[in-house]
């Protein structure tokens, strides 16, 4: 199986949900995308102010919709550890069955943590 790895971000442009979700919409199995480089969990604090609170919010956002489609069965995430606090964070298509095709928008509509936007 011949996969890509893609990282769709600019240094200076995180990668926003909606980009996310349209990855995760065209993704064939076994694609990859880097969806985050850092350290997510210190990142996503809103105690942390290491980024402005949109910019944060907006990676809490990505970060919970990339769960959301892991435990639908559409994605596998997983880490690459570069270094101390210096993370990838990739998330790998899976083959879609006729019911994951299903779950996919499912989970690709608005959901309750998209209220707390």
Known sequence: MNSTLIDLRAPELPLTEAAFCGWCGLALPGDRLVYHRGFLAVEISPLSFLRPEPERREL??????????????LLHL?????DEEDFSYL???RPRSRVARGRLAEVLTPTDFDARR
């Open 60 to 73: 809490l956002r990505v970060a919970q919709r990339a769960l959301k489609l892991a435990e639908a069965g």
């Open 78 to 82: 997983v880490q690459q550890r570069h």
């Open 91 to 93: 998330a790998i298509a």
